[in-house]
């Protein structure tokens, strides 16, 4: 897979001068360009706004703004009870934790399943493929007593215990992927120097494995840095708001207007994922295209 | 039974039957402890699940005991004008907005595919929205942009339109939505661009010179050969926007409204469960999605023995 999905560019423009005329391949390009601008719009629009006094945003059309200024951001910061360095704290203490939980839980499980043989692998392996087409609200209201009787409500327990126990079966069928394909001789050669299961694990296969706990580590980061509806239920308490949950007050408390202030915080709440997006592109487009993930 | 087990085993030499079986004890054991952690996660996840069933069959509002009241619950969904509302704004969402983003996802992914300069350049381009669509920053951004004074009526103005208040409007407010997540279709289309780049290029060279046409060669080569993949991004789609929660929720302050045209399947099982308390009618909902989902999931691929072709 990842030979094939490496960008060639020297491949890629004698392909495109092949048996295309010059209109051909302008025409191409100039509507690809359109859709990209499109696509980008939005996000444009958002930056632009972002640095825009309230008055000019919806007046202004010119994404380049004619009055531009920083206020947005340092009033923003301060604007809602907490300091939204709080929040930006909050989210990160969590999807820390939730990376460390699903590399080392997932990589665990993944490792039983792709090169440990033992009585009912097979059935737990369908078993995990079949969780993860199991819509999430099934397990909503059980979930949910069971963490209130565990006196876990307002806690970050609800989110993070289930990413130490490799409840993400999409983590697994990818780790568990790219084990199958490094070469059993390995493991073999393992055993013979005198290694058990798990130190052929974490000295063989985990370093190998290395590029799949990349887009594990990725794909957790973004999901788990978006995610709505998990800290909507269980955290009430707007000292433990995650940054999605912090920008919501901003739309209840829309009456005032503020909206430079919520595009310059909504700016600061999707930067991480442009930023983490760049720098592991490599992982992302490769594990999406190995397991199907959003 | 137990003279058969002392026939078989005084038949056969005991000593090598047995001896396998501590080494087979100890290779199990380094699997179940591998699997330690997820075995935990799935008590997690089956204990509730029977919980859920067993609770879509009482009455629950977390302060008393759960009462068993049989098929009530389903009986009332029948009945509730609501539940039917959400279920026409989820398929209705649903049923646009899959067709629609993969139909652009296939377009852009077979565009890319031609060999183009930048080619890395541009799928980070399309593909980064769809990582971004379901924060809530972008669906507060969204409703800002398709406001009653927004950009995109700003945009019609300049062509003579006067745009409605396209999230305000009932008529109007789920399109936007529908919109929303065809611009995340970037996810799809990495995966078709990799299924594209496997078809071989000889497929094409040897149909061109028996003179089919484009289109033919789409029909006749590229759907059949890429139909594997797009039916799996079939079913990945359906059954991620059958559970669609934040958009309609962000987008509504919470409310599915206006006139709940955004009143998605599970945002009506959140208000059920957790504004109203009941417990036991939102646990039946959910029984109620898995099966539909599970259905969908069935339908196709039972369709698929009929358009899905697997090369050997």
Same mark, same amino acid.
């Given at each position: ?12 423009? @004698? ?55 920083? *206020? ?32 080392? *839980? ?37 979930? @949910? ?11 970050? @327990? ?12 999409? @983590? ?123 | ?312």
């Amino acid at each position: 897979m990842s030979i094939v999905l490496k960008a060639r560019p020297a491949e890629d423009s @004698y392909f495109e001068n092949l048996g295309n005329t010059r209109f051909v391949r302008f025409r191409r390009h100039l509507i690809l360009c359109a859709i990209g601008i499109v696509m980008m719009y939005p996000l444009a629009w958002l930056i632009s706004s972002s640095v825009k006094p309230n008055t000019l945003i919806f007046k202004d059309l010119s994404l380049w703004p004619a009055q531009f200024q920083l *206020s947005n951001y340092t009033d923003g910061w301060n604007a809602l009870q907490q300091p939204f360095s709080i929040y930006l704290m909050n989210s990160l203490v969590i999807v820390v934790l939730s990376i460390i939980g699903n590399l080392l *839980s997932c990589s665990l499980a993944a490792y039983g399943f792709a090169r440990l043989d033992f009585g009912g692998r097979k059935l737990f392996f369908a078993l995990m493929l079949g969780t993860m087409m199991l819509p999430g609200h099934v397990l909503l209201v059980p979930q @949910y007593i069971m963490f209130s009787k565990l006196d876990w409500l307002n806690t970050y @327990y609800p989110l993070l215990v289930p990413n130490f126990l490799a409840t993400n079966a999409f @983590y697994i069928f990818l780790m568990v992927q790219f084990m199958r394909a490094l070469p059993r001789e390995l493991d073999d050669a393992a055993r013979i120097d005198g290694c058990g299961p798990f130190r052929t694990f974490y000295r063989i296969i985990l370093p190998l494995c290395l590029p799949a706990l990349a887009t594990t580590a990725v794909f957790t980061f973004i999901s788990v840095w978006n995610e709505f509806f998990g800290p909507l239920l269980y955290l009430t308490d707007p000292e433990l708001y995650t940054v999605p949950l912090a920008l919501r007050q901003f739309m209840d408390s829309e009456g005032q207007s503020q909206w430079g202030q919520m595009f310059a915080m909504s700016f600061v709440s999707v930067a991480p994922v442009i930023g983490f997006f760049i720098a592991g592109q490599k992982y992302l487009v490769k594990g999406i295209a190995t397991t199907g993930l959003k | 039974m137990t003279a058969l087990l002392e026939r078989t085993t005084r038949a056969r030499p005991a000593a090598p039957a047995r001896k396998p079986a501590p080494r087979k004890r100890r290779r199990d054991r380094a699997g179940y402890v591998f699997l330690l952690p997820w075995f935990v996660g799935m008590l997690f996840t089956i204990v509730p699940f029977f919980a859920s069933l067993y609770l879509a069959f009482t009455d629950y509002n977390l302060l008393n005991a759960p009462r068993w009241i049989g098929f009530a619950n389903f009986r009332e969904m029948l009945a509730d004008p609501l539940l039917r509302q959400s279920m026409k704004v989820t398929f209705l969402y649903t049923f646009i907005s899959v067709p629609a983003s993969l139909a652009v996802a296939l377009l852009v992914a077979m565009v890319l595919n031609k060999g183009i300069r930048g080619l890395a350049v541009y799928r980070a381009v399309f593909y980064l929205p769809s990582l971004l669509g379901g924060s809530v920053a972008i669906v507060i951004l969204w409703r800002h942009i398709f406001g009653a004074n927004g950009i995109v009526n700003d945009l019609l103005g300049w062509f003579g339109i006067h745009g409605p208040g396209w999230t305000s409007d009932p008529d109007f407010s789920l399109s936007t939505l529908i919109l929303l997540h065809v611009w995340t279709f970037g996810s799809p289309m990495v995966i078709f661009l990799a299924g594209l780049r496997q078809i071989p290029v000889m497929y094409y060279e040897a149909s061109a010179i028996d003179g089919a046409s484009k289109w033919q060669q789409f029909r006749s080569i590229t759907l059949p050969l890429l139909s594997p993949i797009i039916f799996f991004n079939l079913i990945q789609s359906l059954i991620s926007s059958f559970q669609t929660f934040t958009q309609g929720f962000v987008m509504s302050g919470g409310t599915g409204g206006p006139a709940d045209s955004t009143l998605f399947y599970n945002l009506y099982l959140y208000q059920q469960g957790f504004s109203q308390f009941h417990m036991g009618y939102a646990s039946a909902m959910a029984w109620m999605l898995l099966v539909i989902i599970a259905a969908f999931t069935a339908i196709n691929f039972l369709a698929a023995k009929y358009w899905v072709f697997y090369e050997q």
